[in-house]
């Protein structure tokens, strides 16, 4: 026989109690009905929870792999960039080297080295880098490219150089030449002057016997400004003989020139001169018919024709 247990409710407003009977197995399952009620809940919330926790690192890890994707992106377009400018640096090169062969060219200047390449072996210019292959499928591709390339760019870059520098002190030495070659006539056209005696035989006006004349004779009032026909150093300044008052300049190069006859030398021994430079005045010392110039050019120690060294 089940055992019933009373429950006494009180009415509210002072009404009379009532009486409620309950069996203890409906207690019972009332009780666990709750218990499970409860734990369902607790439950519920705990996998709430996780299923956050969750949620929440995935949207990181969603952030995180955007960002990652986004970098990528960016240096996939940073590895085609530096792909074009190897393409530019590669072109420069090309002008540059081609620039060199017509100044080589101009100035009538070999290269030391007889091989035409600058790029190493093989010699051949590289092709272009295609920058707009999809670098998901040939990304390795482009990059062995690329490292090739730079090799073969800093070969040549160095060759380059080397051959630059090798054309610069051609071209300085060719510039040390040209200034130190006698160009123009010793007196200014500007002046009133002319020829009495020209580079080689003639009678001597002193002995009326042919004698071969080492030099070139030039006329004018005394004390005309005697220049200087290319760069140099005074080697000798003073009296010489039937030269008179006589300078003589060392142009390098095996060429001299030397100038007779002087009125006043305004250089002395020692002294650099360019060309234009004046260096004396016409004079009559010596042995001399009248103010005149006695203009020798020596090439290794041997007089040469001075009108091939004239060229104004």
Request: proline share 3%; glycine share 8%; net charge positive.
């Amino acid at each position: 026989m089940r055992k019933k247990i009373s429950f006494v409710v009180l009415g509210s407003s002072g009404a009379p109690a009532k009486q409620v009977c309950a069996s203890k197995s409906s207690i019972y399952t009332l009780g666990v009905i709750l218990l499970s009620l409860i734990a369902g809940v607790g439950y519920v919330v705990y996998d709430y929870s996780n299923l956050r926790g969750t949620t929440s690192h995935l949207q990181n890890r969603e952030i995180y792999l955007s960002g990652q994707l986004e970098e990528i992106q960016i240096q996939r377009k940073q590895i085609q960039e530096f792909a074009n400018e190897i393409n530019s640096l590669k072109a420069n090169l090309v002008a540059i080297n081609s620039f060199e062969k017509k100044i080589r060219i101009i100035a009538n200047i070999e290269k030391a080295s007889s091989s035409d390449s600058m790029f190493g072996v093989g010699g051949s210019i590289p092709e272009d880098l295609d920058a707009r292959i999809p670098l998901k499928e040939k990304h390795n591709s482009l990059m062995r490219d690329m490292h090739e390339q730079i090799e073969q760019l800093s070969i040549a870059a160095v060759n380059q150089q080397q051959e630059l520098e090798a054309l610069l002190k051609s071209l300085e030495d060719q510039q040390n030449l040209l200034a130190s070659t006698p160009a123009i006539r010793p007196v200014s056209r500007d002046v009133n002057s002319w020829t009495t005696s020209r580079f080689g035989y003639r009678i001597s006006p002193f002995t009326q016997r042919r004698e071969f004349h080492k030099g070139y004779d030039i006329a004018s009032r005394q004390g005309t400004p005697i220049l200087a026909t290319a760069e140099g150093v005074v080697t000798f300044a003073g009296k010489k003989g039937l030269y008179g008052n006589f300078i003589v300049i060392d142009h390098g190069h095996g060429m001299v020139t030397r100038y007779g006859h002087c009125q006043k030398l305004l250089k002395k021994r020692g002294d650099k001169v360019k060309r234009w430079d004046t260096i004396a005045l016409m004079g009559n010392t010596g042995r001399s018919t009248g103010p005149h110039l006695h203009y020798e050019v020596h090439m290794n120690g041997i007089p040469v024709n001075p009108v091939k060294y004239i060229l104004n």
